[in-house]
C-alpha cells in the first residue's frame, strides 16, 4: 500500500488550481441515469470515489467515456437503456454514495435494489431519510437481506416532503427522483449546500423544473422525460479549505483558482478572524497570515451555510500550532474525531468530552508514523506533518485518492517535502 512522506518545516507558496468537487460530481454523475440521452460533465476531477461510481454505473448499463486530463476532464455518461437496477454490496460497501442511484433508477425503472451502505469510520449514517423521502413520493419499500428494494410500478407521486433533519445525500436522492415524478413535489429543510445546487441546476439544464435553488424549500414540477446536457462540476470548496489552513498553519502564502471565495464563506470568517489575510481575486482568493501568529478560534460544524463538517479535522490540525485555547464542537456525525490520537501522537494538546473537542496549541508538533480511517482525517495528519519537525509518514493513502486530486503533486509544486512512498 502507499504511503506519503513528509518532511516539515516548509511554508507553502504559490499558486493552485482546485479541482470539481467529489461531492458535486458523484451525484451528478448518478443524475446520468434519469435520461436515455448523453450527460456531458467538465471539471471532473480524477478520483478513486469517481471510478467506483463510474464502475456502478457501468454495471447499471451506463456508458462512460472520459476524455482529456486535469482542468480538461469530461465525463460523457449516456444511460440509454438501465440494463440491471441492483447496486450491489461490493461496489456500495466501498462508497456510502452509490445509494444515490436508488431514486434516478426507481424513478426511470419504477424498481430498484440497492445494497444498504452501512455504516463507516465517521459514524452510523443511516439511510432512513432516504428511504422516508422516497415513500413519499408513493415508493414501496422493503428492507431485504441487506437490500433496500423499492417500486413504483404507477410511478412516483409528485408530494410535500418535510426533512426532520438536514441531509445532504437524501435531497439529493429525492430531488432527482421528484423530477420524473407526476406532478409537484415540494422539499421542506432541504440541504442547500453548493454541491445540491449544482446537482439542481445540472437537472433544469437537463429539462427539470426546480425552483429555490439555494433556499431550504426546494419546489419540483415532474416531467415526463430529461434531456442530455452539458454541465461543469462545482469547485471544490473542501479540496480549497484544505489548502487554505495548509497557507496559515505552514505562514506561507497561497492563491487558489478556479473556486469562488463565497463557497468557504464560513471558512474564512473563522480564519480572518484566527489572523488570516485574505484577498479576492478574479477567479479565486489569495491567503496568508495578515501578521504573527493564528489565534485559536471556536468552530461548531452546521449544515451549509456553517462550518462543513468536512473541514473539521483540517481546522484541528490548525488550531493544534495555533496560539491559545480552541473549542470544535460537532454537531453532524457521532464519530468524526478518529484524528485526536493520531494528532496527539505527533504532540498536540486536545482533549474530547463527547461531540466536542477542546485543543491548546503548542509550539512545535513532532513527526511520527500516523495512519488515519477517513479521508478528512487523513489529510488533516498531512497539514500536520507540513509544520511537525522531521518526518511524518502517512499510511493507508487510499483513503487521501478518494477524495483530493494530484494532493501530493499540488503541495510539492508549492514548496512542501512531501512524496508518496509506493508500497511493495
Ligand atoms: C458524497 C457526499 O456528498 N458526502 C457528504 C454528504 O454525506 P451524506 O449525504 O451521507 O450526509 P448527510 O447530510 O446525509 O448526513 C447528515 C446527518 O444526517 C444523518 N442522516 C442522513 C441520512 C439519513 O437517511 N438519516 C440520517 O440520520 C447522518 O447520519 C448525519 O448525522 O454530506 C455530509 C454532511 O455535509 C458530508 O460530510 C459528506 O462529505
Ligand atoms: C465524508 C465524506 O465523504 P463520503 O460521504 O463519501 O463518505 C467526505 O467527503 O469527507
Known amino acids: 500500500m502507499d504511503r506519503i512522506r513528509i518532511r516539515g518545516g516548509r511554508p507553502l507558496q504559490g499558486r493552485i488550481q482546485i479541482s470539481g468537487a467529489k461531492n458535486a460530481a458523484l451525484p451528478l454523475m448518478a443524475a446520468s441515469l434519469l435520461t436515455d440521452k448523453t450527460l456531458s460533465l467538465s471539471n471532473l476531477p480524477a478520483l478513486a470515489d469517481i471510478a467506483t461510481m463510474g464502475k456502478l454505473l457501468e454495471q447499471h448499463g451506463v456508458d462512460l467515456r472520459i476524455e482529456g486530463e486535469n482542468a480538461a476532464r469530461k465525463g460523457h455518461l449516456t444511460a440509454a437503456r438501465i440494463t440491471n437496477t441492483t447496486a450491489p454490496y461490493d461496489l456500495v460497501r466501498k462508497m456510502r454514495a452509490s445509494v444515490l442511484v436508488l431514486g434516478p433508477i426507481l424513478a426511470r425503472c419504477g424498481e430498484a435494489r440497492v445494497s444498504l451502505p452501512g455504516g463507516c469510520a465517521i459514524g452510523n449514517r443511516p439511510v432512513d431519510l432516504h428511504v422516508k423521502g422516497l415513500t413519499a413520493l408513493g415508493a414501496e419499500i422493503s428492507l431485504e437481506e441487506g437490500y433496500i428494494h423499492a417500486t413504483a410500478p404507477k410511478g412516483l407521486k409528485g408530494n410535500r416532503f418535510v426533512f426532520p433533519q438536514v441531509s445532504v445525500g437524501a435531497t439529493e436522492n429525492i430531488l432527482m427522483a421528484a423530477c420524473l415524478a407526476e406532478g409537484e413535489t415540494t422539499l421542506v429543510n432541504a440541504a442547500r449546500e453548493p454541491e445540491v445546487n449544482d446537482l439542481a441546476h445540472c437537472l433544469n439544464a437537463m429539462g427539470a423544473k426546480i425552483e429555490g435553488i439555494g433556499t431550504d424549500t426546494l419546489k419540483i414540477q415532474g416531467v415526463a422525460a430529461l434531456h442530455g446536457a452539458e454541465h461543469r462540476v462545482v469547485a471544490d470548496r473542501i479540496e480549497a479549505g484544505t489548502f487554505a489552513i495548509g497557507a496559515v498553519m505552514t505562514d506561507g502564502e497561497l492563491e487558489l483558482t478556479g473556486i469562488c471565495p463565497t463557497l468557504l464563506e464560513s471558512l474564512l470568517k473563522l480564519l480572518g478572524e484566527g489572523g488570516a489575510k485574505i484577498e479576492p481575486m478574479q477567479d479565486g482568493f ?72 477542546m485543543i491548546r496549541g503548542v509550539e512545535k508538533l513532532r513527526g511520527a508514523p500516523v495512519m488515519a480511517t477517513d479521508l478528512r482525517a487523513s489529510v488533516s495528519m498531512v497539514l500536520a506533518g507540513l509544520v511537525a519537525d522531521g518526518e511524518t509518514i502517512v499510511n493507508r493513502v487510499y483513503h487521501l485518492d478518494r477524495g483530493y486530486e494530484r494532493l501530493e503533486e499540488k503541495l510539492a509544486a508549492c514548496g512542501a517535502d512531501i512524496a508518496r512512498i509506493a508500497g511493495e
Open 286 to 357: 489569495r491567503i496568508r497570515r495578515a501578521n504573527g501568529s493564528m489565534d485559536g478560534v471556536d468552530v461548531m460544524t452546521e449544515p451549509y451555510p456553517g462550518f462543513p463538517t468536512d473541514l473539521q479535522a483540517q481546522i484541528m490540525a490548525l488550531m493544534t500550532v495555533s496560539k491559545g485555547a480552541a473549542m470544535i464542537t460537532e454537531t453532524i456525525f457521532e464519530n468524526r474525531f478518529m484524528h485526536v490520537p493520531e494528532l496527539c501522537r505527533m504532540g498536540a494538546n486536545i482533549n474530547v468530552h463527547h461531540s466536542s473537542a
